[in-house]
């Protein structure tokens, strides 16, 4: 998710049934036909593209428009007005269908680098304002998700509850060791995790600690905790209560270069 606004995990859902659907060959290469063709086609142009019949043309194409891949309307081709009715035409979506197992995001840290160019301040270097961009989105989300569901005081156990549908949401697999410890079994970013473990789970580390805080969970913070094939970082007790900026590791990150390298890049 590369917005605030992100989609919920139910996205994924639809982005597995619209491709589903261009599993059939005839549909597949109907949908291909008419993304290339630059204008709305028409079912008799759509079932010659194949070599289907009009009315089976006319079934596959309404599969296509359902699934969110294609869109219909009447229209006369060529703007020429003739008697009688309209034929349907039809042309591709703005839709983009992404499908990914186990769920990558790497368009978030496309979009929290791009925050970081675009606000870098000049007493920071790149991994510093990357860190501060990406605590400051999450923060943002817990402050937005508090305030769309008003859940009171946060102690733990609860606060771990609600943290787990965004961690969820944003493909970290979530799963509850215990009452006050979340274990995320899969990192969104890999295989960018690989190739910088300092700034990519820098940056993991100081969102999901920026979410917390946004969030208002008391007793929990974002901790460094790499684990081979996982994500780099776990929520768990805290020692002390619930600070501003998430943790004594949280203002490592933010205030050094990147902090403290894995020590094994997560998954």
Sequence with gaps: ???????????????????????????????VFIRRAGRAVTR??????VGISRKLAAFHLDKLVDAGLLRARYETPGGIRKVGRRPKVYEPTDAQI???????????????LLDAVLTEEADENAAQAAVRAAERRGRRMGEAARDE??????????GLTVCERLLDEYGYEPVREA???????????????AKAPDLVCGMNHAFLAGYVNGLEVNGVQAVLAPEPGECCVRLGPSDTDRDDEGGPLARSMIGGAGGRRPASPAG
């Design 98 to 112: 992404t499908v990914s197992i186990p769920e990558r995001r790497h368009e978030l840290l496309a979009d929290l």
């Design 149 to 158: 569901t008003r859940p009171g005081r946060l102690g733990p156990e609860r």
């Design 44 to 49: 008799d142009e759509a079932a010659a593209s």
């Design 1 to 31: 998710m590369a917005s605030d606004s992100t989609p919920p995990a139910d996205a994924v859902n639809t982005a597995i049934d619209s491709v589903s659907v261009l599993s059939e060959d005839s549909r597949r290469r109907m949908f």
């Design 179 to 193: 009452p006050t410890e979340l274990r995320l079994r899969n990192c969104p970013f890999h295989p960018l995790t």
